[in-house]
């Protein structure tokens, strides 16, 4: 079943451990490459320019006042800051994550190269933030699909084929397993998946008038009993 995974390969959240004098210029360098990157479109980050900035003003401004006072409410309110800053960078993460992945499918020299530009590395094969997109089961004209997990709020989108030409979208999920059932048995079928990431609370989702707006993974196959 390997032969037919696709390695999902994700950058490693080491941003975390830093202290928040240390988080917040990684951030601005962060949010500088996305508005420039050749290979990662800005303008389709799940966190708008303009609320991470606010973000990371937070953070520098709680910074400031406490090298003036031991308030223990300036301590609590950075603590807040620092988590809310590290959420909305865990999300524009996973955007690099996704994309990386859908445009060189297992292409880690090409994807180490890109992170290196966000100031992120690979996690490394042993950890457990890698995952892939596989068929974890079969059964009587159903299967079992495994997407990466891509966080609390993402929508999972599917779809299957017996030739690779014409595709059949079903329903989406908001869970990265599924089981799909009335498939054609005694044949093999080809499955791909694609991703909507999470939104901001309060903010509407905006969606392409076209159908065909998905950037579908490489395709996975298994031979489906009957």
Avoid at 137 to 160: E, F, I, K, M, N
Avoid at 208 to 225: G, M, Q, R, T, Y
Wanted: hydrophobic share 35%.
């Amino acid at each position: 079943m390997s032969t037919n995974s696709i390695p999902w390969i994700r950058a490693l959240r080491d941003y975390h451990d830093n202290t928040p004098e240390l988080l917040t210029p990684f951030c601005t360098s962060l949010q500088k490459q996305l508005g420039i990157d050749p290979d990662v479109p800005g303008g389709s980050s799940p966190i708008g320019s303009a609320i991470y900035n606010g973000q990371i003003a937070d953070v520098n401004g709680d910074i400031l006042n406490m090298q003036n006072s031991t308030s223990t409410s300036l301590t609590s309110k950075l603590n807040a800051d620092v988590s809310t800053l590290l959420h909305s960078t865990d999300l524009i993460v996973g955007f690099i994550d996704s994309t990386n992945n859908q445009k060189f499918p297992g292409n880690l020299d090409k994807i180490t190269t890109i992170l290196g530009r966000f100031g992120l590395k690979p996690a490394t094969h042993g950890n457990p933030q890698q995952h892939k997109f596989n068929v974890l089961t079969t059964d009587s004209g159903s299967a079992t699909l495994q997407a990466p997990v891509t966080g609390v709020g993402s929508v999972y989108h599917w779809r299957w084929s017996k030739d690779q030409n014409i595709w059949i979208q079903v329903k989406s999920t908001h869970k990265s397993t599924v089981i799909i059932n009335n498939l054609p048995q005694d044949v093999r079928v080809y499955f791909q998946y694609d991703f909507t990431p999470p939104i901001g609370k309060s903010v509407y989702p905006t969606v392409s008038a076209n159908a065909d707006d998905f950037h579908w993974s490489d395709s996975i196959s298994e031979l489906i009993p009957s």
